[in-house]
């Protein structure tokens, strides 16, 4: 399926086979493909790039797309490694973090740093941690061959 150019997001770079890849849903997933391009939010002169995710109701592009300023990509993907790294020692506390430091990294960013932490102020905070391990514990084959692949890319680019 093809993705819109003709909506305020301008697709510049596409994944249009998204709905095929995409983890747990792969071959029928809503998401039928990815873009990169000039983003919605634009104003005359001033350019920025976006990340989309097109997601198809089966009739009609749907509203729950959604575009992310490509920085906001990348600090999700920092965000979510950070999530992983804590939950391969997790065991070790009774409520899978510890509950008198929920903090569980400061990644600097721009001159301050990014809080990773458990949220505390979740009033099911215990039972949904839970739930959360167990979730990443399932996806962690489809997790770790896109961790690996970026991995791959990022070495190849020399980072």
Not at 28 to 44: E, F, H, T, V
Not at 81 to 86: F, G, I, K, M
Not at 94 to 100: A, C
Request: charged share 30%; with cysteine.
């Amino acid at each position: 399926m093809k993705i819109p150019t003709t909506l305020k997001h301008k697709p510049v770079i596409v994944s249009e086979n998204y709905d095929q890849v995409d983890g747990r849903l792969a071959g029928k997933s809503d998401a039928k493909g990815l873009s990169l391009g000039l983003a919605q939010w634009n104003d005359r002169g001033n350019v920025d790039i976006s990340a989309k995710v097109w997601r198809y109701t089966g009739e009609k592009w749907s509203r729950q797309s959604e575009e992310l300023p490509l920085h906001r990509v990348l600090d999700l993907s920092i965000l979510l490694c950070r999530s992983l790294a804590h939950f391969r020692d997790a065991y070790q506390h009774e409520h899978l973090y510890d509950e008198t430091n929920p903090i569980l990294d400061r990644v600097g960013l721009q001159g301050d740093a990014m809080t990773v932490a458990v949220c505390t102020d979740n009033d099911h905070i215990n039972e949904d941690i839970k739930l959360f391990h167990q979730a990443l514990s399932e996806d962690d084959e489809l997790i770790g061959e896109r961790l690996r692949t970026l991995s791959g890319i990022l070495k190849e680019m020399g980072y």
